[in-house]
């Protein structure tokens, strides 16, 4: 399934530990689920990590300098016997790892049947859909384990055109979207949503793509799964539902892509359906080129702010770093750059916290409240 309702998030969050699959390519963009999932999940208690590259090391600790007490292992069964030596019982194998295309290798199918034959659950969020890879069904069927496939889309008939219910919303809406794909719009998104509720705001994330599903996110699409004459009515039936059932503060809505990347362009739906009210930019000062493809200069800060802009008719109001290929020392360093080239306020969300990027945001409230 791409849509997931109140009710069947809340059937789906159930007593779940999960050991991620990430072999390759954690501490990579391709590992951005992994990352997300090491980070927050309300979904799943998760066990460890799989990454023969930083087998034996903290899975936090590689990706924030922060230990989160998750173990990376080397491999499927290495997780299983830490776990049982922890006496817990693994449930899942979540699949970590976005590949360009969202296709999974030989060798990582391989590791999928030998999770099946340890009974272990599949969750995956990629565009090869296990449960349609007779191999995968049949030793699922032997094993009594689950194939959940979270980007497989719904029937059309499920499907929601744009009606523009979404103009009766009203809350404040807050749309992140990014310079570039794999860039941390929805690390960012979280920390705003989690930011406010510190502030005693009731704020709901908006999520567009599988890991944000995976996360636990209770209003979710997935977009790039969804046929493309109802991406824009989808977008609008998640944000709709999340006011009339929650009744929230503020409304984040996770960005996808960028709108100038070659290969994934995106953020053009949620900024003309999902009407936000303002717009935070997420950007990786030290990236040069699009995510996976070298020759393709990233598009200057300047230019991508002013495309939203122009698209949107409303403000950028703050920029948030990723602090990827930066010393701590450059993090800040690169912040006030930001501030006193384009006069906007510059925070990186994972290094500093919440706290500035919530105050910035406080007065573009609509309840003055909390």
Same mark, same amino acid.
């Given at each position: ?74 491999? #499927? ?282 105050? #910035? ?10």
């Amino acid at each position: 399934m791409s849509l997931f309702s109140q009710e069947e998030n809340k059937n789906n969050m159930k007593d779940t530990k999960a050991i991620v699959y990430c072999e390759g390519a954690f501490n990579t963009t391709n590992g951005k689920t992994a990352h997300g999932l090491v980070r927050f999940t309300e979904r799943y208690d998760v066990l460890s990590v799989i990454d023969s590259n930083y087998e034996g090391l903290d899975a936090g600790q590689v990706l924030d300098r922060k230990p989160s007490g998750i173990p990376i292992t080397g491999s #499927i069964g290495e997780s299983l016997q830490l776990a049982e030596k922890a006496q817990q019982i693994a449930t899942h194998l979540v699949i970590g790892i976005a590949p360009d295309g969202g296709r999974l290798s030989p060798e990582a199918r391989k590791d999928v049947m030998k999770a099946i034959r340890n009974g272990l659950n599949i969750d995956a969020g990629l565009h090869d859909y296990l449960s349609e890879d007779p191999h995968i069904v049949k030793a699922a069927l032997k094993f009594n384990v689950t194939i959940r496939d979270i980007r497989k889309p719904p029937p059309v008939s499920e499907l929601h055109f744009f009606t523009g219910e979404i103009e009766k919303v009203d809350c404040l809406k807050i749309a992140v979207l990014g310079t570039d794909s794999a860039v941390g719009k929805r690390t960012t998104a979280w920390r705003i949503v989690m930011g406010f509720r510190n502030a005693g705001y009731k704020a709901e994330l908006i999520g567009t793509g599988q890991t944000a599903w995976l996360q636990g996110a209770k209003y979710s699409i997935i977009m790039d799964s969804i046929v493309n004459d109802f991406v824009s009515g989808e977008i609008e039936h998640a944000v709709v539902s999340c006011w009339n059932h929650e009744a929230p503060d503020v409304i984040v809505i996770e960005g996808q892509g960028s709108l100038m990347n070659p290969a994934y362009p995106g953020g053009f739906e949620i900024l003309a359906a999902g009407r936000p009210d303002i717009v935070i930019m997420q950007h990786a000062p030290a990236r040069l080129e699009y995510d996976g493809f070298p020759g393709y200069k990233l598009h200057p800060l300047d230019h991508q702010i002013r495309a939203i802009e122009l698209i949107l008719g409303k403000k950028v109001v703050a920029v948030t770093v990723n602090h990827e290929n930066m010393a701590e020392f450059e993090i800040d360093a690169a912040c006030e750059k930001i501030e006193t080239t384009y006069g906007l306020p510059a925070t990186d969300v994972l290094f500093h916290g919440p706290e500035k990027i919530t105050k #910035i945001l406080l007065p573009y409230l609509k309840s003055s409240k909390p």
